[in-house]
């Protein structure tokens, strides 16, 4: 009898301490920019909803259960790093500035090999996981020290140090996503 009881206080206490570690991502305060689905840990909302999640619906990612949702200000308190990029097709040089994709990965408590990345306007690459572990690729929020919107290459554009990186010299930029609001990891 005793040491059932015993098994029962053990149980809730895995049980409250499974539920804490759970809920590691606090609540975003601002509008969600980047929201992350699949294996993921550390979420921050609950199942997808076919009226209120519009645009994901007209994308047709329905059905998740759970995600770890980010508004800027929690990407930005990731800490950020600065990047400097030139592409020959771009009109000039630009700065950029971000978490690591990999300390977000990390903040969601996402597994995986492999993420797609949805962008506003459906174009979705897949990135491999290891490119966040064997480069600095940056989830930018910001470019020359203004913040990316909606609208123009916003809310999040995924860069990589191609320009300082020696395994990245001249690598094409598409998976470069910008507009990027959604990734599934699995
Ligand atoms: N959201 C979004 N991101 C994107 C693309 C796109 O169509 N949509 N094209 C990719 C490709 S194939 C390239 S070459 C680069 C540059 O595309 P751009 O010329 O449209 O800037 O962005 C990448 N990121
Ligand atoms: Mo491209």
New binding site residues.
């Given amino acids: 009898m005793k040491s059932r009881l015993l098994g029962a206080f053990v149980a809730l206490g895995l049980l409250a301490s499974g539920a804490a570690s759970a809920q590691l991502l606090p609540e975003p305060a601002g509008p969600v920019v980047l929201t992350i689905t699949g294996t993921v840990d550390k979420t921050n909302r609950g199942p997808f909803d076919p009226f209120l999640d519009g645009l994901l619906n007209s994308h047709g990612v329905t059905g998740f259960q759970k995600a770890a949702t980010f508004d800027v200000a929690m990407l930005e308190a990731l800490g950020m790093k600065s990047l400097k990029v030139r592409y020959p ?1 771009w009109p000039k040089g630009y700065t950029f500035e971000g978490p690591l994709l990999r300390d977000v990965l990390t903040a969601a408590g996402a597994r995986g090999s492999t993420i797609r990345f949805l ?3 459906g ?1 979705e ?1 897949e990135i491999p996981v290891t490119d966040a572990y064997n480069h600095d690729a940056v989830l930018a929020v910001k470019v020359d020290g203004r913040y990316l919107g909606i609208g123009d290459r916003g809310p999040v554009w995924l860069v990589y140090p191609r320009d300082t990186d020696p395994k990245l010299k001249g690598m ?3 998976k ?5 609001f959604f990734m599934t990891v699995e």
């Fill in positions: 097709e962008g506003l306007d174009y690459p094409d930029d598409s470069w996503l910008w507009a990027g």
